[in-house]
């Protein structure tokens, strides 16, 4: 039998185009007005959505909310720790 090669660089342009293919969202919940930051939203039969989020690490599902798509700027900057300030 016969090993086939793949040719480095079309590995290194596939690993680039999938690593570019995240999306990211920011989630409002209307009755507490809280945000939330994600990257992946998971809905349920009933209407309502599951998702991580980023900034505090925990599972959150709500009933009602409004998803944003962001851009991965905004999504970096709302969920980097904040800096301490130098006293």
């Not at 959150?60 to 991965?72: D, F, G, N």
Request: some cysteine; proline content about 3%; hydrophobic content about 35%.
């Amino acid at each position: 039998m016969e090993a086939t090669r793949v040719n480095p660089w079309v590995a290194c342009g596939l690993i680039a185009v999938l690593a570019g293919c995240t999306t990211y969202y920011k989630v409002n919940d209307p009755a507490g007005s809280k945000l939330y930051y994600t990257t992946d939203i998971d809905q349920t039969k009933a209407g309502a959505i599951t998702f991580k989020d980023e900034k505090s690490g925990s599972t959150v599902t709500l009933q009602s909310s409004e998803v944003k798509e962001i851009s991965e700027e905004e999504f970096k900057a709302a969920v980097k720790p904040e800096e301490k300030k130098a006293k």
